[in-house]
Every structure is written in structure tokens, then in C-alpha cells.
Nanobody
């Protein structure tokens, strides 16, 4: 099983920036996708951004042009650069990886523990 640990959350003023990182440990044979999701109390967890093995990215409409996802396969990490943050971006952010731990295993979905991002003046 892959363990994911997020970092970089915190409190920022509207218009500010934060960079989230997610590092993995454990056995990884192949990474299928890396993604960031967010959740606010009482709502479903929603996709923020995702990046595939070939580097293809997809973003939620609400963050396009403001957020950038990037991956470092050598370091087994993924980052989310968040610019022009707004109060509505306040949420717990989770990283999610779809990975194959070994050639003999299927694809598993692994989540981090989440990191709080609060945008407030």
C-alpha cells in the first residue's frame, strides 16, 4: 500500500498563493494518475486537478487559470500551485493517487490525510 502525506496548507488572504505538496512512500510499480480533491463540510469531495502519466492535466472549471498541478515521478510527488485564492477555495485538500504497487497487483486508489486551506481576510 502507498502512503501519501500532504503538506503546505494554511491560512492565506484573498488573492494570495499557496503551494500544496503530496509525497508518497511504499512500493510503487506504476503511477496511473495523481490528483487533488477538496471537501467542505456538508458537501461531496470534488475534483480540483488531475495529472496523468503522460502529463495530461484536467482542472475543475472553478480553478482553471489559477491552479497548476505538476508531478515529479523521480521524487514520487505531486504539487498544486494555487494562485489568486478566494474564500470559496477554503476546504480540506486531499491528494489521491491511482497506482499499481507491483506488476502482479491491480490498481489501487490511495488518499492522503488531507490538509486545511483557509482563505480569509
Amino acid at each position: 500500500q502507498v502512503q501519501l502525506v500532504e503538506s503546505g496548507g494554511g491560512l492565506v488572504q484573498p488573492g494570495g498563493s499557496l503551494r500544496l505538496s503530496c509525497a508518497a512512500s511504499g512500493s510503487i510499480f506504476r503511477i496511473i494518475t495523481m490528483g487533488w480533491y477538496r471537501q467542505v463540510p456538508g458537501k461531496q469531495r470534488e475534483l480540483v486537478a488531475i495529472i496523468g502519466s503522460g502529463g495530461v492535466t484536467r482542472y475543475a472549471d472553478s480553478v482553471k487559470g489559477r491552479f497548476t498541478i505538476s508531478r515529479d515521478n523521480a521524487q514520487n510527488s505531486v504539487s498544486l500551485q494555487m494562485n489568486s485564492l478566494q474564500p470559496e477555495d477554503t476546504a480540506v485538500y486531499y491528494c489521491r493517487w491511482d497506482v499499481q504497487a507491483a506488476i502482479t497487483q491491480g490498481i489501487s486508489v490511495d488518499w492522503g490525510q488531507g490538509t486545511q486551506v483557509t482563505v480569509s481576510s
